[in-house]
């Protein structure tokens, strides 16, 4: 079984950035997509931003040019650089691994004045 642990959340002004940090456990973190899920209050959860093993990413339409996600096969992490946040980027965001469908615990991100 995998295990995904997020890190980075907090709360942060409109127009501000967070970083958010997944670490994954075992070896086959390197050859398997990964992904950033959001869930907001009373809303399905949504993928925010996917990327290959390789490197080739993806980003939901909301977050384009503004959130870049990353990964460093070596460390077994993928990141989520948040800028220009927006209050309604607040939500619980959550690593994924499809191929195993492992799930982390999730990290809440709050954008507010």
């Known amino acids: 079984q995998v295990q995904l642990v997020e890190s980075g959340g907090g709360l942060v002004q409109p127009g501000g950035s967070l970083r958010l940090s997944c670490a994954a456990s075992g070896s086959i973190f390197r050859s398997n997509v990964m992904a950033w899920y959001r869930q907001a209050p009373g809303k399905q959860r949504e993928l925010v931003a996917a990327i290959s093993s390789g490197g080739s990413t993806n980003y939901a339409d909301s977050v384009k040019g503004r959130f870049t996600i990353s990964r460093d096969n070596a460390k077994n992490t993928v990141d989520l650089q948040m800028n220009s946040l927006k209050p309604e980027d607040t939500a619980v965001y959550y690593c994924?691994?499809?191929?195993?469908?492992?799930w982390g615990q999730g990290t809440q991100v709050t954008v507010s004045s």
């Open positions: 994924y691994m499809p191929r195993v469908g492992s």
